[in-house]
């Protein structure tokens, strides 16, 4: 009986090592990514997929900007002319946007699709400089920061 206790103790702090060295490395990659985290306003957003699909690098002109003072959102490139206001819930990770002008029609499958994603976002994630722009659990579309 003493031996199949202490088989039962070496096995429980085996677990309990694997368990504890598994939630330190977890913790240490949700610090970097906290780390290298880049915060929504004072960054230009390049947009970079929307829908899965990578935009043609000739349309790699297309940035948001959001400013933190009135909580307003700006777009420039082939969306210049996109603005609203957004609301932002960090504890909850929730983004969400409001258009200001209405729908422009010829203003290019960009600005269109661009429009459509801002109107669907719901919630988001940031993963080091790439924020992503999500309605529930589904990606609508992939932003980089640049580096001005």
Not at 23 to 39: H, L, Y
Not at 95 to 106: H, I, M
Request: hydrophobic share 40%; glycine share 6%; proline share 2%.
């Amino acid at each position: 009986m003493n031996r199949l206790n202490r088989l039962w103790i070496l096995c429980l702090s085996v677990v309990v090592l694997l368990m504890s060295g598994c939630a330190a490395n977890c913790n240490s990659c949700r610090r970097a990514q906290e780390r290298n985290r880049r915060p929504l306003e004072g960054n230009a957003w390049l947009v970079y997929q929307i829908d899965g699909h990578t935009i043609p690098t000739a349309e790699l002109d297309t940035e948001i900007w959001f400013h933190a003072t009135d909580h307003t959102f700006r777009c420039t490139g082939r969306a210049e002319g996109l603005t609203g206001h957004f609301a932002q819930n960090e504890a909850e990770v929730e983004l969400r946007f409001r258009l200001d002008a209405p729908l422009e029609t010829g203003r290019g499958a960009l600005y269109d699709k661009l429009r459509a994603v801002l109107a669907q976002t719901s919630t988001y994630a940031m993963d080091a400089g790439m924020l992503l722009l999500m309605d529930g659990n589904r990606l609508l579309a992939v932003l980089q920061a640049q580096d001005k």
